[in-house]
């Protein structure tokens, strides 16, 4: 079992940093990839950015690329989302997932509300 728990969420202004991290307790963790989620009000959860369990493949979403930085630390069992330039649009629970795809495994953290409002 992994346990996830996100923090670093808030309340910032239009143009500025909010870096979310991400926890993970447990022994699997640099066997997992990561993904970072967001759910705005009344939307689908959508997948912001991925990394892959060693750290050398990422992807982004087309609205965060250049942006948004997805990062990890394996020896201390954490990831990272950097975001950069927030928009109003990027107002959303954002949520870490950790998974594998064989065998399938799927961990899911609570969620941190970032808010980018003026």
């Known amino acids: 079992q992994v346990r996830l728990v996100e923090s670093g969420g808030g309340l910032v202004q239009p143009g500025r940093s909010l870096r979310l991290s991400c926890a993970a307790s447990g022994t699997l963790f640099s066997i997992l990839g990561i993904r970072w989620y967001r759910q705005a009000p009344g939307k689908e959860r959508d997948m912001v950015a991925d990394i892959s369990s060693g750290g050398g493949g990422t992807n982004y979403a087309d609205y965060v690329q250049g942006r948004f930085t997805v990062s990890r630390d394996n020896a201390k069992?954490?990831?990272?989302?950097?975001?950069?330039?927030?928009?109003?649009?990027?107002?959303?629970?954002?949520?870490c997932n950790a998974y594998l795809d064989y065998p399938e495994q799927n961990y899911w953290g609570q969620g941190t509300q970032v808010t980018v409002s003026s």
Do not use: G, I, S, W
């Open 77 to 95: 069992n954490m990831a990272y989302l950097q975001m950069n330039n927030l928009k109003p649009e990027d107002t959303a629970v954002y949520y």
